[in-house]
């Protein structure tokens, strides 16, 4: 390794640790509750990231960092000129470094939000999954690689091998990813020896494996008299018993390293120092610059897969709790800091300064920040999305059958087109996509001979498709859906990404679902079918919490439309917001057809225009009963017909009912909580928001009705201040028809119309 490269390392790694150290001795936060960071866990990456940002990276690589190495990120990025000095002592605070790196709040530069373990690792494989899409249909972008940088606990987490297996990543040469082994989580030395297991599991996956175990000083005693018997012992060596020696020197150390050892290995080591002892068995590969160099070098050569560095590193790297068991929360006293701040050659003085641009290390961050510079580069075009498809909605339809056929219509339009990218896990056919893919394709990235004669679907695969089929995976779904719905930001082409999944499976794959969300992707996902309604599927298929989750996910709308046109709009106008990069889109949808008509209906008495307005906004008046009503029933999706069937027969008791369909409980909820907070800092009483003083009657008890868990409508009575009957799915559901599950969970005519004369009671 160069002079100048150990130099920045060494700077990097005070930087690292004093940042978390000012943070947690020198702010008072007033709250009592401590800071936090990773001093152990930043140390042990310090070389890995001084390597790739010092020696190997160019301006158009995408790189996600390990969450726990946040503080080692932000150092570099100070010496490259991409963070201001004030932000190194405000990691964690208000306005300033984020805990985890997060592209959306942090303010140098971060390509991938890390956080959630395991997922910071899949993001680069599904973004160049997105480049090799994005390349086929619009032309080749500046080459870049795909670099994830991940902790070896990391690799518990099935949605790494979830990633790693499924076939829409195989063949991805421009994805590396570099496991720190310190063979440390959170809680203990990690048993055993699992690096022989992941590496045959990554290799069975088709991808290329690098292993940089020792550095240069054990490298060079492996060569003398008695190295092999020396390796062999190291190599053989239980993690627990590796991780015993640190902590020790001299002769306690020799006596721990050799206990059991053969004769051979005893001879090896006779010779070296007490006092050098530590030094040599410490020198592993992943600190190791140019030995990380050469291994990073060696995977840009293979082309043709995916490549995975195991670097052996020590977790507390030159820190004093170096390697120790319980030091992943560990921080340094003062006067460890002091110490390592004089062995650093600095004084308080200079200690955040960055290099001095005149030395040779200097000079050096001085030329990497111009070579790691990223041009601007123009707007590319965006997708014009028309206000509705042309689809025809029949006398009778569900949304899901309609979801499909918009999708189908929209692949007709030459403006919105070729922008189009649906994907699903193994559900495409069963969930509306095959009118879509039989006019567009499977992507492949080379042209596949289609064997199947199938006269529905047609499977034909080939560089030129825009469905992007999925193994069995929720959570892949929703990290391709995430990285396709950064297309914009990360490989220069706004797309219009869009999902679907079987509802009640959306909670296997929520994690990825907010990370997307967090990350601030813009896609569509359509979930479906939903509830109980999928009455013969039983209580395993039935979704009954998905619903609050699109209503409380952040950057995320959740709409569940009853009626085709109305979906029509909403999911044009989800497009629209997609193809400006506002967010992200949950449909809630459903296999049951139900009678267009009263929607036409309404569509006759308030217009287009009103009604597609009020529809977007959240809600409108499907029944409108008048002045003489005295109870109005809101509901969402399915169970429309039920909820109608009630006005009719309150009507015939002389009980005169409004019904509210509710578009999207989101936009109603989010414009309700926008007033609140604006009464709240204004210190005057809330307004209530136009969508809900349009669609709803002031001062007229409410029932809402679900298929849904009851709670996710309930709000509503307190927005409207009237008492509030909500009806839902408050157990797990079984097989049976609808009818049957409807009666079960109360969602039939009599029990809303018993529920409306209970609201009524209730008004006094």
Known sequence: MSAELREIERRVLWLAVRMVDAANRERDTGDGVKVGGHQASSASLVS???????????????????????????????LLGDLDRSYLTRLRARGGLQAYPSRTKDPDGVDFSTGSVGLGAAAPLFAAATRRYVDAHFGPRA??????????????????????????????????????????????????IRVAQWAAQFAAAGWHVVEVKYGSKLRAAFARAGGEALRDWIDRMPNEHYQSLFGLTGEPLRKQFLDGAPAPVVAAVADVPDDELA???????????????????????????????????????????????RNHSALLTGEQIDALRTASGLTTDDEWD?????????????????????????????????????????????????????????????????????????????????????????FAPDARTTWSTDPVLRWVEGPEGQHIELGISE???????????????????????????????????????????YSGASFVVAGTPSGVTLAPEGGAHQSTLTASIGLELPGVTFAEPAYGAALDWQLCAALGEVAAGRGAFYFRLTTRPIDQAPFEAARARLGDAVLRRQVLAGAYRLRDAGPAAVVQLAASGAVLPEVLAAAEELAEEGVEAHVVDVTSLDRLYADWQAAVRTGIRSARVPAL?????????????????????????????SALGVPCVPLGVDGFGQSGSVADLYALHDLEPGAIVNAALSAVALRG
């Open 48 to 78: 890995v990231l001084t390597a790739l940002y010092f020696g190997h990276l160019g301006p158009a690589d995408r790189v996600s960092v390990k969450p726990h190495a946040a503080p080692v990120f932000h150092a570099i990025a100070y």
């Open 143 to 192: 080459p870049s690689r795909f670099v994830a940088v991940l902790g070896d606990a990391e690799l518990d987490e099935g949605s790494v091998w979830e990633a790693v297996a499924d076939p829409a990543t195989a063949g991805l040469g421009n994805v590396m990813w570099v496991v720190d082994l310190n063979r440390q989580s959170l809680d203990r030395v990690v048993p055993g």
């Open 279 to 325: 030094v040599l068995l410490q020198d592993l590969g992943g600190h190791d610059v140019a030995a990380l160099l050469d291994a990073f070098a060696e995977c840009d050569r293979v082309t043709d897969r995916p490549s995975v560095v195991f670097a052996y590193t020590v977790k507390g790297w030159h820190l004093p709790a170096a390697g120790h068991p």
């Open 354 to 442: 960055r290099l001095d641009p005149t030395t040779p290390a200097g000079a050096l961050v001085a030329a990497r920040q111009a070579a790691l510079a990223r041009p601007a580069v123009a707007e590319p075009p965006r997708p014009v999305v028309p206000a509705r498809s042309g689809v025809r909605v029949g006398a009778r339809a569900s949304t899901q059958e309609t979801f499909g056929r918009v999708l189908t219509d929209l692949a007709r339009d030459p403006a919105v087109a070729p922008y189009l990218v649906t994907t699903a896990p193994d559900v495409a056919t069963s969930t509306n996509l095959a009118g879509f893919i039989n006019r567009t394709g499977i």
């Open 475 to 517: 959570m892949n779904l929703f990290m391709l859906l995430g990285q396709l719905g950064l297309a914009g930001e990360l490989s220069g082409q706004p797309l219009l990404p869009v999902g679907t999944v079987y509802d009640p499976f959306v909670c296997r794959g929520l994690d990825a679902f907010i990370y997307a969300a």
């Open 689 to 717: 928001p136009g969508a809900l003083r349009t669609a709803f009657a002031p001062g007229v008890p409410l029932v809402t009705v679900h298929d849904a868990a009851s709670h996710a409508m309930a709000w509503l009575g």
